[in-house]
Structure formats: C-alpha cells, structure tokens
C-alpha cells in the first residue's frame, strides 16, 4: 500500500488551485455576460424659427422675394398664395390702350369679380370693370386706358367689396410708340383659389434661405402647426421714413429688443426740451464711443428721412447747433440724424415738436445727443429680425 502524501506543499496546493480556477470562471462568466449600455445624451433640439413680413400697401411678392433673396415661387408656396395675377401677352395696337383678360376660380371662369388699376402698386383705384360684366361672358373683363397709344405704368388687381386686394398685382408699362415690340394691349388672367384671403397686411413666412437660421427650412403647403415653443422673428427691411418706435410699434416689439437683436447701437437721445423766447433751436453733442468727436455730419428735416433741411458738423469737443429760427418761437415738427459723407443715416431719428408760445413746459431749444459705436452702420434698407413670443 503507497503512504499517503502527507506534505505541506501537497496539501495546500490543491484547494488554491481550486480558488483560482473558481475565480478564473467567475471574470470569464463576467466578460461573457451581456452589459448594459448607456445611450450618449441625445442633442437638445434647436428651437424651431420662423421668419416673417408683414404686408405694407405698395409692397408686390416680387420686391419683397428681392428683399430676401428667394425666389416668388418660395414666397407663394410657404405662404398658400393661390390669388396670381399673371400677365400673358403684352403687344402694340394703335387703335387703344387696354387691358384684358379672364378671372378664374380654381380654375373655371368666374363672373362678378372686380379687376380694378391704378398708376401706383396698392393706391388710389383709377378704374374697375368687372369680370363677365358689359356684355362679356366667361370671367372676361377689359379696360380701356386710353385711345390711341399712351404711355404709362399700371398695376392691376382684384379687390373685395370692401376695396381690398385680393389677389397679387400685374404690372405692365405701356409705350407712346405703337411699333413692333412695344406694349399697348395687355393680357392679364387672374386664377383665384381663395377668394376670402387679402394680402395688405398679411403675415408672410419667409424660407429661410440665406437668413442667418439657413440649416432650417420651412414646409411648403399646406403649413404645419406651429410647435411648442417655436419662436417667430419678423423680417423687416427699413424703409426710408420709417423710425424704430414705429417698427416696434408695428410687430408689438419693444424698442429695446429691436435694438439688442439687431445690434442697432447708434443711439438719438432727446435730453430735454425747453421753452426760449430768444430763439427756436436744436443743440447737443456728437459721440463716439461715449466720446466727443468732430466732423460728423448732423441733418434735419421737417419729415423722418425726408429732404434735408439744413447740417451741421460737430466741432471743438463734439459741439453741435441748428438754429430753426434765430428771433423767438416757431412751431414745427423736427427730424435730427447723423448721415455719413455719402448722405446715408447711420444713427437712429431724434424727433421734435416745438410750440409757437414760449410758455412753460412749451419746447423750443431742444438739446439732443448721439452715441455714434459703429461709424459704417447704416439704417435705411437694413434687413431687422424681430423676434416675438407670439
């Protein structure tokens, strides 16, 4: 019979080879089993944008598309513009001058509709003939503008009842020459799709295009419902004339947001405004980055962007003075802006009202001051985005 192994060495190495081999199992069933994974954060979502114009009297799809560099197709599509006015043919006759066409809803030729023109986009009506009306049939109209050839620029649309446009304008000019090529009979159709909609007014959503927020795009018809949280800017260009307090006024912003959002920082402020029997003046002082400078150019007019009436340059620390009238009170209203050498405003419109009796609380030296910080800035024909909550 063979002795038992009764070692040190024999007798500890069989349950450590055990715990070992235990272990080794124990990882090797660790590494083998499926593990959880942890999803990486997803993108909190950019907010959706969308940009918009509201329709002023005189404004056609086509300068407007121009505004923002797309195209009228977009323009109509994002917007379900379905009222077009379209012209078809444009030739020389010398018998007249006139206009006609068809009106059409969805389509089919419709009576009773009113085609008016006028010699401006959206102002005072010339004439109206109605569609199917004086022995016409079919959704036809026709206008005479005149016997023989005349020359002119008409624009042409459909109004409502209430003497609202209904549908796009169609411009055509007219020449004094009846040769070849030159216009004096005009085809114009009109396809009405939605005889309830109205453009003057109207809130347009710009695409995107082009527009700092180009990466979003805007659905074509018909439009989605705005989502949650979506934040609506309005697009504006500034038209000569118009003030920021009247823009603000316009997309119910207020003045401060219309400034920060745009960067407008070359501020007008109306320090005070006094009574002085001596003379009717304006004053102040010129700065530049919160500094007095020289040489910059202060106009007024008697309308906001309007002819120039007088400048005056800045001079010894900033200085400025308009003297509307040396010998007592006059009564008037007053624009004040900073221009550049080219005779573009680059600061905001400081406006003035002055009384005819030099009573207290009445204004007659007015001391306005500018805070020029971006000399390159320009106002008129600037593109605002105007962001609202509504």
Known sequence: MIAADISPARSTWRPQR?????????????????????????????????YVHIIRPGESLVNIAALYGISVDDLRASNNLGNRA??????????????????????????????????????????????????????QFSHILGGGAREGNWWFWIENSAGIRISEMAHVHTDKDAHEGKCQRAVIDFDIQDPSQTYVGRRLQIPL???????????????????????????????????????????????????????????????????????????????????????????????????????????????????????GPREGHWWFWVENTDGHRISEMAYVRTDKNPHAGGCQQAVIDFDIQDPHLTYVGRKLHIPSAG
């Open 18 to 50: 055990a715990s070992l081999a235990t272990l080794f199992i124990l990882l090797l069933s660790l590494v083998m089993v499926p593990q959880p994974v942890t999803a990486a954060p997803a993108e909190r979502p950019t907010p959706l944008q969308t």
């Open 209 to 327: 295009v082009g527009l700092p927020v180009a990466t979003q795009t805007v659905a074509a018809k018909p439009l989605p419902q705005k989502p949650a949280g979506t934040k609506i800017v309005y697009g504006h260009v500034v038209r000569s004339g118009e003030t920021l307090a009247s823009i603000a006024e316009a997309y119910g912003a207020s003045l401060h947001d219309l400034r920060t959002t745009n960067n407008l920082v070359n501020r007008a402020n109306l320090v005070r405004c006094g009574a002085n029997a001596g003379s009717t003046r304006a004053l102040g002082t010129v700065r530049l980055n919160g500094h007095p400078v020289d040489d910059y150019r202060v106009a007024f007019s008697w309308q906001p962007d309007g002819d120039v009436v007088a400048r005056k340059s800045s001079s010894e620390g900033g200085q400025y003075t308009h003297i509307l009238q040396a010998s």
């Open 86 to 139: 379209q012209l078809v043919s444009c030739t020389s006759n010398a018998d007249s001058t006139q206009a006609k066409g068809t009106v059409r809803v969805n389509g089919q030729p419709a009576n009773g509709f009113r085609v008016v023109f006028s010699w401006s986009p959206d102002e005072t009506v010339v004439a109206m003939a109605v569609s199917g009306g004086g022995g016409q049939e079919g959704g």
